[in-house]
């Protein structure tokens, strides 16, 4: 079974930066690919923030181009560098893994505030 270890996030005010870490476990290397982040603030849908596939390449949603940056560590953990935080990036954030067969795998979530 998958599971998705999640660190980073917290409060900070607007402007300032954060670093999310997301570790897999319960799958293996070759069955993954990609892993990155999704958010879902109060109210609204959940969406894209960042994902990197196995081969590198990038998918940004359009809210965080420019000021998020995803980096693959290995094959089962990605970090998130949030910079320029706005009051809009408020959300809790789920890490998700997909695999060559299965379901997608996610995180519980976890919390990031940004106060203006």
């Known amino acids: 079974q998958v599971q998705l270890r999640e660190s980073g996030g917290g409060l900070v005010q607007a402007g300032g930066s954060l670093r999310l870490y997301c570790v897999a476990s319960?799958?293996?290397?070759?069955?993954?690919?990609?892993m990155g982040w999704y958010r879902q603030a109060p109210g609204k849908q959940r969406e894209l923030v960042a994902l990197?596939?196995?081969?590198?390449?990038t998918n940004y949603g359009e809210s965080v181009k420019g000021r998020f940056v995803i980096s693959r560590d290995s094959a089962k953990k990605v970090t998130l560098q949030m910079n320029n935080l706005k009051p809009d990036d408020t959300a809790v954030y789920y890490c998700?893994?997909?695999?060559?067969?299965?379901?997608?795998?996610w995180g519980q979530g976890t919390q990031v505030t940004v106060a203006s």
């Open positions: 319960g799958v293996i290397t070759s069955a993954v690919n990609a």
């Open positions: 998700n893994l997909q695999r060559s067969t299965g379901p997608d795998g």
């Open positions: 990197v596939s196995r081969g590198g390449i």
